[in-house]
C-alpha cells in the first residue's frame, strides 16, 4: 500500500462523515433559500432571493445573538481564568483531579435537566423568594436576557476552564521564578508571562464557547420564556411553526456566513497578538 | 399480584424475561410461564376496559405503539392496562402545536402510529396526503350514532372517515383571582388591558398563532379566524405592545401558573380544570367577545410503521369504560354520549367541562385557512423575534 493510499483510507471516514451528514445537507440548505414557501408549508424550487431579502424581519434574532452570545463568551471568560489559574497553578497537585472532575461533573446530568433547575432556582419560589427574606421585594429574574445569560455561563462555563487549564498547566513554572528572579512584582509577571503565554487556550475556549452560543436555541426557549428570542429560536419557529423552509434556509445560511466571518476576523487578530507575542519574545 | 412467586421464582422469572428478550421464546410462551398472561386474563375479566376486544384478540401487534399527543392528555394507567392487555408498550411523544405535528409529518418518516389532530388540521392532512382513511371495522368501539355530530364531522373529508373524535374544549383565559381582589376577568379586552397594567409581567400567550393571534383578533371583535390583511395588522399592533408586559411566550403554563409567577394566561379548558380542581382562585372563563372551540381526533398518519397496534390503541381508547377514565384525568368533555353517561354527576355538571351553551355560541371552531394562512405564521414569528 502506498503512502498515497494510506492516508486516503485514513481520510475516508472523517471525509464520508462530512459529506453526507455536513456537505450534502449544506447544500440542500443553500438550495432550500432560493425557493418559496409551498402553500401547506414546506417548499417548492425557486429561484429567488425574496427569502434574502426578508432577513430584516429576523433583524432582533440576530442582534440578540450578536449581544448576548459575546457577553456570555466574555463573561464566561472573566469567571473560568482564575478558576483555571487555580486549578493549573495554585492547588496542591493531590487534590488536582478531583477538582477538576467537579468542574465535569455537571455535564454527567443533561443541560435540559439542568436548564429545569434554573427556572425553579430563578422563578418566584427560587432567588427572588430568598431576596424578598433580606427584603429585596420584586425582583424578577426568570425571563430575562438576564435568565439566560446565567444559563448560558453556567453551560458552557467548563468549555472555557479546560482550553485554559491546558494552556497554563503546560506553562513552564521556572519562567515564573525567572521573571521574579529579575524583580517583577507577581502582577507583572502575571501580564507579561502568565497571561501571554495562555493566550492560546483564551483563544479557543473563547472560540468553542462563542460558536456554540451562536447557534444556542434552548437555553434561551427554557429560561427566556420565549421573550429572548436567538436566531436559533427563530429557526426552529420557521421550520416547526410556520413551516416556511425557504425563509428558515436563508436565515440559516445567513447564520452560517455571519459566524464564518465573524470567526475569520476573530482568528485574524488572534494570530496577529500571537505574532506580537513572537516579537516581543524574540526581542 | 403479590402470589406470583407461587408461580414462579424470582430468578426463574429474569432467566425467561431473559430468553423472552433474545427471542427464543415467544411472547405467548413468556406470558404462560410468568404467570403474567393469566394475571392479564383475570384482570381483563374484572375490568371491562380490559377485555380483549375483537381488534386485537386475534393475535400478536407487536411490541409497541406510539402516539404523538399534547401534554396533560391521558390517563397513564390506561396505557399501562393496553400494554398488560396486548403487550404493546405504549411509547408517547408530547407535542406543542399542531404545526409542530404538521411539520414532522411533512419531513418525512414520523414513525407515529396514532397523532391526536384538531378538527381544522384534517383536511391539510388529506390534501397533503399524510392521513390514514380508517377502517370502522377494525374499530370495533366507534359508534358514529353516539357522538355530537358537531365535535365528530371534521373527522370525516368528501365523505371518507380519517378520524375519530377524541375529545373537545374551548380556548378561554385561566385568571388568578386572588390578585383581582378575587374577582375573575370577562373579556380579550379585558385580558390584555389588565395585561400592560396591574397584571404587567403576570400575564402569558400561548406560543401558537392560531390561539395567540385569534385572542388578539377577539380583542377587536374581529373573527378569530379572521386572515383579513388590515386586521391582521391591528392584531400585531396590539401583540407588539403587549409584549414587553408579558411574563411569557409558552404553551407550557400551567407551572407558572401554579408557583404563583404568573397570574393569567390564555388557556385551553382542560388545563383550565386541572388548574381550578388544585388551586381553587384559579378561575377558567370564556372571552365575552368568542374564542375558540375546538375538537380534537385520533387518527393514524401515512406510513404508520405498527398499524395493528394503532387500530388497537384507537379501539381501546373509544372504549367508554377508558375513554371515561381519560376524561377524569385530563378535564375535557367527550363527545361521546356513551362516556358521558358513565361520568360522575360532578363532572356532568360542571361550568369547565360543559359551559352554558350563550357561552359557548359566540366560539368559532378554527378554520384549515386559519392554520395554514402564510401571513399569521410570519405574524407570529414576527411578534416573538419583536
Not at chain 1, 125 to 132: D, F, N, Q, T, V
Not at chain 1, 200 to 222: K, N, Q, R, S
Not at chain 2, 357 to 365: K, R
Request: aromatic residues 12%; charged residues 15%; contains cysteine.
Amino acid at each position: 500500500m502506498t503512502q498515497r493510499t494510506r492516508n486516503w483510507l485514513l481520510l475516508a471516514p472523517a471525509g464520508t462523515w462530512f459529506l453526507v451528514m455536513l456537505i450534502i445537507p449544506l447544500t440542500v440548505v443553500l438550495i432550500f433559500s432560493f425557493g418559496e414557501r409551498a402553500p401547506a408549508g414546506g417548499v417548492v424550487p425557486a429561484f429567488t432571493l425574496e427569502q434574502y431579502a426578508n432577513l430584516p424581519a429576523r433583524w432582533a434574532a440576530f442582534k440578540n445573538t450578536m449581544t448576548l452570545a459575546p457577553i456570555g463568551t466574555l463573561s464566561a471568560l472573566v469567571i473560568a481564568y482564575p478558576l483555571a489559574y487555580f486549578l493549573a497553578v495554585k492547588v496542591d497537585p493531590k487534590w488536582r483531579t478531583i477538582l477538576l472532575v467537579l468542574v465535569i461533573v455537571p455535564f454527567w446530568t443533561s443541560i435540559l435537566i439542568r436548564s429545569y433547575a434554573w427556572i425553579f432556582l430563578l422563578g418566584g419560589r427560587g432567588i427572588p423568594a430568598l431576596l424578598g427574606w433580606f427584603g429585596i421585594e420584586g425582583v424578577r429574574l426568570i425571563n430575562t436576557p438576564f435568565a439566560v445569560l446565567v444559563g448560558i455561563i453556567y453551560g458552557y462555563l467548563p468549555l472555557m476552564v479546560f482550553p485554559i487549564y491546558v494552556s497554563l498547566d503546560k506553562l513552564d513554572k521556572k519562567l515564573l521564578e525567572a521573571s521574579s528572579d529579575l524583580g517583577a512584582k507577581p502582577w507583572r509577571t502575571f501580564l507579561q508571562i502568565t497571561l501571554p503565554l495562555s493566550i492560546p487556550g483564551i483563544a479557543t475556549g473563547c472560540m468553542l464557547v462563542f460558536i456554540l452560543l451562536m447557534g444556542e436555541y434552548l437555553i434561551p426557549a427554557m429560561l427566556g420564556g420565549g421573550k429572548v428570542f436567538f436566531v436559533g429560536n427563530a429557526l426552529v419557529d420557521l421550520f416547526l411553526q410556520s413551516r416556511n423552509w425557504a425563509y428558515g434556509s436563508a436565515v440559516a445560511v445567513t447564520l452560517v456566513v455571519v459566524m464564518l466571518v465573524t470567526v475569520t476576523i476573530y482568528m485574524r487578530l488572534i494570530n496577529r497578538l500571537g505574532a506580537n507575542r513572537d516579537d516581543v519574545s524574540i526581542m | 399480584m403479590t402470589k406470583d412467586s407461587d408461580y414462579i421464582s424470582k430468578k426463574k422469572f429474569m432467566e425467561e424475561l431473559g430468553r423472552y428478550r433474545k427471542g427464543s421464546i415467544t411472547r405467548r410462551h413468556f406470558l404462560n410461564v410468568t404467570g403474567l398472561g393469566a394475571a392479564t386474563a383475570v384482570m381483563g375479566a374484572a375490568m371491562p376496559g380490559l377485555r380483549p376486544s375483537p381488534a386485537f384478540a386475534g393475535g400478536n401487534i407487536g411490541d409497541r405503539v406510539v402516539l404523538a399527543t399534547w401534554p396533560n392528555y391521558h390517563d397513564p394507567s390506561n396505557f399501562e392496562a393496553f400494554t398488560e392487555a396486548t403487550g404493546a408498550h405504549v411509547q408517547v411523544n408530547v407535542f406543542g402545536s399542531n404545526e409542530e405535528m404538521l411539520a414532522k409529518l411533512q419531513a418525512g418518516a414520523s414513525g407515529w402510529d396514532v397523532y391526536v389532530p384538531t378538527n381544522y388540521t384534517i383536511s391539510t392532512y388529506v390534501d397533503e396526503g399524510l392521513i390514514e382513511p380508517l377502517d370502522t371495522s377494525k374499530l370495533s368501539n366507534y359508534d358514529a350514532s353516539a357522538f355530537d355530530a358537531r365535535y365528530a364531522e371534521a373527522g370525516s373529508v368528501d365523505g371518507t372517515l380519517y378520524a375519530v373524535p377524541k375529545d373537545w374544549g374551548s380556548t378561554g383565559m385561566a385568571v388568578n383571582t386572588a390578585h383581582n381582589d378575587g374577582k375573575p376577568i370577562s373579556s380579550w379586552k379585558e385580558f390584555f388591558d389588565i395585561s400592560r397594567d396591574k397584571f404587567s409581567g403576570r400575564s402569558m400567550v400561548h406560543d401558537y398563532q392560531l390561539t395567540t393571534i385569534g385572542s388578539a383578533l377577539n380583542y377587536f371583535g374581529y373573527s378569530f379566524n379572521s386572515v383579513d390583511e388590515a386586521e391582521l395588522a391591528d392584531a400585531e399592533k396590539l401583540l407588539i405592545d403587549v409584549k414587553p408586559h408579558l411574563f411569557a411566550i409558552t404553551s407550557d403554563y400551567q407551572p407558572s401558573m401554579r408557583n404563583g409567577d404568573a397570574w393569567l394566561t390564555i388557556c385551553w379548558s382542560g388545563d383550565g380544570k386541572q388548574l381550578n380542581t388544585d388551586i381553587p382562585e384559579i378561575h377558567y372563563v370564556l372571552g365575552a367577545e368568542g374564542g375558540e372551540i375546538w375538537s380534537d381526533y385520533y387518527a393514524i398518519p401515512k406510513g404508520a410503521p405498527h398499524s395493528d397496534a394503532a387500530y388497537a390503541l384507537i379501539n381501546f381508547l373509544l372504549d367508554p369504560t377508558v375513554n371515561a377514565k381519560e376524561v377524569m384525568a385530563h378535564g375535557y368533555p367527550t363527545a361521546d354520549a356513551r362516556t358521558f353517561a358513565l361520568l360522575p354527576d360532578e363532572l356532568k355538571n360542571d361550568p369547565i367541562l360543559f359551559p352554558a351553551q350563550e357561552l359557548l355560541s359566540p366560539l368559532e371552531f378554527g378554520a384549515a385557512a386559519t392554520l395554514t394562512d402564510p401571513n399569521r405564521a410570519e405574524l407570529m414569528a414576527r411578534f416573538k423575534s419583536a
